[in-house]
Every structure is written in C-alpha cells, then in structure tokens.
C-alpha cells in the first residue's frame, strides 16, 4: 500500500497562474483532506470531503476549489494563484468522518507563488 | 488568535533528558490528537485521547488530557536524537480537527 500520494512535490507560480494539486489513498478510506501549513500557523484546513460526491468549505476555502474525483482521488485547484497561496498543501484521508479517527498524510506539495 | 496554543514553540535538549510540551486552549475539545512530523513530511498520528483526565503511554512518551478537556501534555522520558521533530496537537471541533502551531523539538547526541 502506497497510503497517501500526492503530485507534484514541489511547484513554482507566478501569479495568476493556476494549477491542480492531485492527491490519492489506496486506504479505501471515506473521509479526504487539504490542509496548508505555513511557519508558526499549524495546519488550516482548506476543504474536506465526507464521503465521495461531497465536499464542504474548511477554515481558509477562499482562492481553492476541490473535486473529490471518485472514493480514491481528491484534488486541489488554485485558479489564479497569489502569493498568499506560498505554502506546504497537505492532502490526509480517515476511515470515517468521526474525529477520533486517524488521519493519514501524505508527504505534501511545497508551492511557491512569485 | 490560535484556537489551539502549544508551548514552548522551539526546545533543544540533550539526549538523556526529559521533556514536557505542552498544548493549551480555551474551548473544550472531545478529543485531542498527537502527531509527530518529521522534515519534508506528513503529520503521523501519535495517540488519541478521548475522556477527561485520561493518561496514555507510548514507550517513553506520556500523554494527559486535562481533567476539563481543554489542554494536553506531552512528556518524554530520556529524550533520543530520533524523538526530534514537530510535535502537534489538534482538537476535534466538529467533523474536524483544529491543529496547533506546534512544539519544534531538537535532541542532540
């Protein structure tokens, strides 16, 4: 099992370019996650997906959009990125949408937004 | 303002020593996370606590939810250079989890 991949590692944008970040579990899991993580914030959670066919906003949501694909595939969308965006995204996936549930990560994409 | 704080936010120590973080909020969580992450990497869960005052032991690490479920520690007993990381708490808020800033965490040999 791969666990939880993401593409690509790293990424360089100029503003208002704009760009899907992939992620996939091979977890068969329901719940799926983007967070961003910058110095001294933790991790903020952008979207999230409960189960396949549904998506919900997260703490910072403005400039994203998401598509959860099918049960495996949850991806990331900057339209028009900005320099705010310059961030590690994380992509996580649980068994369920309970909280005392595991999440587990993938290994992030580091962007940069010039 | 973090929903979640954590303390100290950078802790160098030597190999042998131990160690408390600490991870500390207003609001009451129904569960508390734990997650260790190392450079270049994702979050990989620690422990779970769930009830109130609850104490749980993974080797040399020991994990307390406070009695009221509004703060957690850590503590690591005889620190090793492969305990360094950022160490994470996150609180369950609804279907999610609020993470805090973290505990960056050096042990030298």
């Known amino acids: 099992n791969a666990g939880v991949t993401q593409t690509p590692k790293f990424q360089v944008l100029k503003t208002g370019q704009s760009m899907t970040l992939q992620c996939a579990q091979d977890?068969?899991?329901?719940?799926m996650y983007w967070y961003r993580q910058d110095p001294g914030m933790g991790l903020r959670l952008i979207y999230y997906s409960a189960s396949e066919g549904t998506t919900d906003k997260g703490e910072v949501p403005n400039g994203y959009n998401v598509s959860r694909l099918n049960k495996r595939e949850f991806s990331l969308r900057l339209e028009s990125a900005a320099p705010s965006q310059t961030s590690v995204y994380f992509c996580a996936s649980s068994e369920a949408d309970r909280t005392s549930y595991e999440q587990y990560f993938g290994p992030g994409t580091r962007l940069t937004v010039t | 303002t973090q929903l979640l704080e954590q303390s100290p936010q950078f802790l160098s120590i030597q190999e042998g020593e131990n160690l408390t973080v600490y991870c500390n909020s207003s609001?009451?969580?129904?569960?508390l996370q734990w997650y260790r992450q190392e450079p270049g990497e994702g979050p990989v869960l620690l422990v779970t606590v769930v009830t109130g005052g609850e104490v749980k032991k993974l080797k040399r690490l020991t994990f307390q939810f406070g009695d009221a479920r509004k703060d957690s520690s850590l503590h690591i007993t005889a620190a090793q250079p492969g305990d360094t990381g950022l160490y994470l708490c996150?609180?369950?808020?609804?279907?999610?989890?609020?993470f805090g800033p973290g505990t960056r965490l050096s042990v030298l040999p």
């Open positions: 996150a609180g369950a808020r609804g279907q999610n989890f609020v």
């Open positions: 977890m068969n899991h329901n719940s």
């Open positions: 609001s009451v969580f129904s569960s």
